[in-house]
């Protein structure tokens, strides 16, 4: 998956800012493994993300393999504990269980935040989505899909205790990264206009 380059470096960027797509598993070809290499050569890109104070908050739980089942195990369950009865929705408890086997590598991106304090929460959150950015920019540039996807329970502290985190830590999603399926059309998307979000002050 290449986008046609430019020679001039802005617009090089220009365009790899815009090919850049959400890709779900459903288009992802789980049988096609991701060397662990180029997964790190990914993830050191986004710890090039800005970090205030340089406390490089984030924290990367990797699965993949037969980690992608007890994943959706954990992801199930802590539905079911989460959910009250009357909001149970068997639709999502069976995507929770599922989605995790349709790609080959599935990130939990967390946001550890520096026990001193000294950085605003906001900001290290910030900072981890500027991660995610590199992470899903390189993960495009490679050729690979990617998808940031938030399911409410990992918003619980029963999803801090099934991922093991500490008290000072956070998981902000998870980042499912895979080799798109061969006959996949790379989906194209749109922005509105610049003009109504920008406002020159002279
Ligand atoms: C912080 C964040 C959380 C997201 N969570 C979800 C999600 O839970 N489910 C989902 O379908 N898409 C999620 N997305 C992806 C957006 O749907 C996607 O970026 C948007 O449709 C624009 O498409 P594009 O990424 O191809 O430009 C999330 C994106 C961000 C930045």
Redesign the pocket.
Known sequence: MSTPLNSDPLQQATDWIRH?????PADMDPSQQIDRALVNQLLENACWAPTHGMTEPWKFLVYSGNARQRLADSLQDLYTVTTPADSFRPDKFTKLGTQPLLAPVVIAICMARDITGKIAEIEEIEAV?CA??NL?LSASVAGLGG?????PVLETEAANHALHLEANERC??LFYLGWPKPDLTW?Q?R?SPLESKVTWID
Do not use: E
């Open positions: 850049r797509r959400t890709i779900k989505a995610v950015q899903h998808f940031w996807s938030t399911p902000l999603g989906p998307s922005r």
